[in-house]
């Protein structure tokens, strides 16, 4: 690769640096410079998280050759403040005013922000919409940030800010207290996973199944294994214990023998000096497939013709709910109302793709990792590793952004064992590709109801059909189907229920835990069907909901009954006052 | 794929003789907001790749008027197209689209040269740029010649302009003050920022000199095809017709009779045609608010 020497100025110091001609400013910033403020969100200019500073100007440094900065200047979040002590405005309002959450996105927003207020010194509200919607933000809410970025414009323009004192309380309670880890994430300094280095550490990169259902014949590892920089390809067979794992029900493989069950799968795991080499060598890893027909629908595949996904078959959890009696429910009604309906996958698109860094302290394997759930994984790490849980540490690092999308395992366990057979601190970071193709996802259901109330608008059966797509492995399907089934009716009280819930495997990828846990995809279905009765019986939408909603002393679907603690109606009320 | 040699180039004379020199193995980048986004996505492993970078060329930034006409450089960014008051006043529905362009990030770097080239059918200053009637100048070892940029578009993403042979150095829109002219385009999409659009439309018109009768009109709409297309029969239908909301509203619906959009995630082919006809009449009334003409009943 052809290199050249340029000069620039980053963050007020003159700097000249050799650079290759195909690095990216992104790359040079955290991998030469070491200054990991700047984050990797997409590397496609999509989410802005990579957003520097050139020449005064927001640009996404992850598509912007290195070489364009000479004779330029640079500035980083690692630009704003040099200590704790000198943090500039935006940094302390966002602090201040909670617009900081998992602070992936807010070293780009920061920028964005400074650049707004250089040029303009007043903004709108609208203004700094504008000046902020290239940057993507999964967690806080842009509302607070807008309103960060306008208190520390009145801050900069020597103004008073009456309106925007912390709300005081006394002692701790009531009172607004700066995020625990705050600090780092405004300054550029929290570590997130990708952030982390270690001496002589290797890279993974991962191999997938490009099929979305096949039998493995063969995996020839040796083209890659002769690559130069190749320290190990890692298969089923690297792996010294039980090749199984899940939250729920342990049917899915650490890296596939048999079978894949969906684009995605992982199959073996190539580790190498550096990054790029590894995920070169890891497009020479040969795997023999013998292809099979894929079942996508789940209403295809919960047929008993279906060819089977799984051995023990298609049906993952059958979900249950029978309360009083539904045909005397039916009988009851002078209305009745159906309707089917459908709700799509959805991808978390938490900000920072999932990142760990594995290496022994000693006879302790260490795992530093982007997770929700550290002591899950650890168990698991310890099983596929075959040692004393007392012997894995799985630390979690700032975490950038989850909902769900990171508590099953991703890779952590794959640098877990990329260590253990090494020797060598391993890491791996995933693309915004590789997140999206492997990451679990809410479930996509087909949902039937029938729902019958009386001429007066009191409901009196209610029957629901729910398939869920839990896609290629169980991950947290049995419950988030269960939840889904409980939640059928939502807040509404209704004597008479059938519910029969579905988690179908098909050849999808994996649908887990996302915020919510089965109950958002409900909603949609219950409140039309309790309008449309509301029309028939000729109620307000509102005066529907008082006679149905739960309140103490009604029964759920599940036939709990409720005592204290229920602001179904409460809630009602106040929405209806609103409306007004 | 990667890229093995980026120069920054500092003329167009160097570029040239670059291009020449490596002999189909260089090609021109601006911004690169796209490109260098397609070339690291290519699994196509071809001979290693010089990209030879002209958007700091200061011979084709900037934007100036003279005789008529504005001169848009074609490294000039979109941001700056965005807020150049030239622009907003005389080319205003190119202001409006390469406001809308992308994000704040993408614009400061992205050039309106990069935007056309790249070919996409609705990008967001081809449309504008074609309802204004601009012409590019295409400069090449053998010389320089302007060509209208409605006749740069080959195909989705195929672009007439050779970016390993030849530069696209600056656009020439014609502007006048009498007869009163006006411009406007109207963008639906899903979100009001850095999305792509659903659709979007831009119109360009003539009045006579009575300012009760449009002289000629150009109607831009995209995505309908492959490339931007011209609504040619509503144009037509406009030509020296009174500025009445009957008329306009006519040419709308033959606009939306002519258009055969497809379906793609951003739109369904009905909604699309269907809106070629709403966003037409919209960018009329809201070009001819700018002349502060109102449509007649």
């Known amino acids: 690769m052809t290199e050249r020497s340029i000069t620039f100025t980053l963050n007020g110091f003159k700097q000249t640096v050799r650079v290759p001609e195909n690095l990216l400013l992104l790359d040079l910033l955290r991998e030469d410079l070491g200054l990991t403020g700047t984050k990797r969100g997409c590397g496609v200019g999509e989410c802005s998280a990579c957003t520097v500073l050139v020449n005064g100007h927001p640009v996404a440094s992850c598509i912007y050759p290195a070489v364009k900065v000479d004779g330029r200047t640079v500035m980083t979040v690692e630009g704003l403040a040099r200590t704790q002590k000198d943090l500039h405005p935006l940094q302390t309002w966002f602090l201040k005013l909670g617009a900081v959450q998992c602070g992936f996105c807010i070293p780009g927003i920061l920028l964005s922000a400074k650049a707004l207020l250089d040029r303009n010194p007043s903004p709108t509200a609208e203004e700094v919409r504008e000046a902020i919607a290239g940057n993507l933000c999964r967690c806080a809410g842009y509302q607070k940030i807008v309103e960060a970025v306008l208190a520390a414009a009145d801050e900069l323009r020597g103004e008073s800010l009456p309106s925007r004192k912390e709300t005081g309380g006394e002692g701790a309670l009531g009172r607004s207290m700066l995020k625990l880890d705050g600090i780092p994430k405004v300054m550029g300094t929290a570590q997130f996973a990708a952030d982390l280095k270690r001496p002589g550490m290797l890279f993974g990169a991962m191999v997938w199944s490009p099929y979305p259902h096949a039998r493995i014949i063969a995996i020839d590892t040796d083209p890659a294994l002769s690559a130069e920089g190749v320290a190990a390809v890692l298969t089923a067979k690297d792996i010294p214990g039980p090749n199984s794992y899940g939250t729920i029900v342990k049917d899915q493989s650490f890296l596939a023998a048999q079978k894949v069950r969906y684009v995605g799968d992982p199959v073996a795991v190539v580790i190498a000096k550096e990054e790029n080499v590894a995920r070169l060598a890891a497009e020479k890893v040969r795997v023999n497939y013998e292809v099979l027909p894929p079942l996508f629908d789940p209403r295809e595949a919960m047929k008993p013709e279906a060819s089977r996904i799984h051995d023990r078959g298609n049906i993952l959890i059958h979900s249950k709910i029978r309360k009083g009696n539904i045909e005397e429910g039916f009988r009851q009604a002078d209305v009745i109302v159906e309707k089917s309906f459908t709700t799509q996958t959805v991808e978390h698109a938490y900000m920072e793709p999932e990142a760990a860094l594995a290496f022994w302290d000693g006879e302790m394997l260490v795992v530093h990792c982007c997770s929700q759930g550290p002591h899950y994984h650890r168990q698991e790490i310890a099983r596929m590793v075959n040692l004393p849980v007392s012997k894995v540490r799985v630390i979690q690092a700032t975490t950038g952004g989850g909902f769900g999308g990171k508590i099953d395992l991703s890779l952590q366990h794959f640098v877990a064992l990329g260590t253990f057979v090494t020797g060598k601190p391993v890491k791996m970071v995933w693309t915004r590709e590789e997140s999206f193709r492997t990451s679990t996802k809410r479930h996509a259901f087909y949902l039937n109801y029938r729902v019958g109330a009386t001429r007066q608008g009191r409901l009196t059966a209610a029957y629901a059909e729910i398939i869920g797509n839990t896609g290629a492995y169980a991950s947290f399907g049995p419950a988030v189907i269960t939840r889904s089934a409980t939640m059928a009716l939502g807040p509404y009280d209704c004597p008479n229920v059938h519910v029969d819930a579905y988690g179908i495997y098909t050849n999808t990828q994996i649908s887990g835990a996302m915020r919510g846990f089965g109950a958002p995809q409900m909603s949609p279905c219950h409140e039309p069907i309790v309008d449309e009765i509301a029309r028939q019986c000729g109620l307000s939408p509102v005066e529907m909901r008082r006679i149905n909603i739960l309140r103490p002393g009604s029964s759920t679907v599940t036939q709990q009954i409720l005592t204290a603690g229920v602001g179904a109606l409460e809630t009602l009320e106040k929405i209806a006052t609103e409306m007004k | ?297």
Do not use: C
Request: aromatic share 6%; proline share 5%.
């Open chain 2, 1 to 297: 794929m990667q890229w093995e040699r980026y120069q920054v180039m500092a003329s167009i004379k160097e570029t040239l003789y670059q291009l020449e020199e490596k002999a189909g193995r260089a090609r021109v980048v601006a911004g690169g907001t796209d490109l260098l986004v397609e070339i690291q996505e290519s699994v196509a492993q071809g001979e290693p790749l010089t990209l030879l970078d002209i958007s700091q060329i200061e011979e084709i930034r900037g934007i100036t008027e003279s005789k008529g006409h504005l001169f848009i450089g074609a490294a000039t960014t979109i941001s700056e197209i965005a807020n150049s008051p030239l622009i907003r006043t005389k080319a205003r529905a190119l202001a409006q689209g390469a406001r809308s362009l992308g994000s704040p990030q993408i614009r400061n770097v992205a050039t309106i040269g990069g935007n056309v080239v790249n070919a996409q059918p609705a990008a967001d200053t081809s449309i504008p740029l074609i309802a204004l009637g601009a012409e590019a100048k295409i400069v090449s070892s053998e010389g320089e010649s302007y060509v209208p940029v409605e006749d740069l578009f080959r195909g989705a993403g195929v672009s007439a302009i050779d970016p390993s042979r030849e530069i696209l150095a600056q656009f020439r829109v014609p502007i006048s003050e009498a007869p009163a002219r006006a411009s406007a385009m109207e963008r639906l999409a899903r979100r009001k920022a850095f999305t792509l659009p659903t659709l979007s439309v831009a119109v360009w018109v003539e009045m006579d000199d009575e300012e009760h009768h449009f002289r000629q009109v150009r109607i831009v709409a995209a995505p309908v095809g492959p490339i931007p297309w011209r609504a040619k029969r509503a144009e037509q239908a406009l030509k020296n017709a009174a500025i009445t909301r009957a008329n306009v509203s006519r040419a709308a619906a033959i606009a939306r009779e002519d258009a055969h959009p497809r379906e793609s995630l951003r739109g369904g082919a009905d909604y699309r045609k269907d809106m070629v006809e709403i966003l037409t009449r919209r960018a009329f009334v809201d070009g001819l608010s700018w002349l502060n003409k109102e449509l007649y009943d």
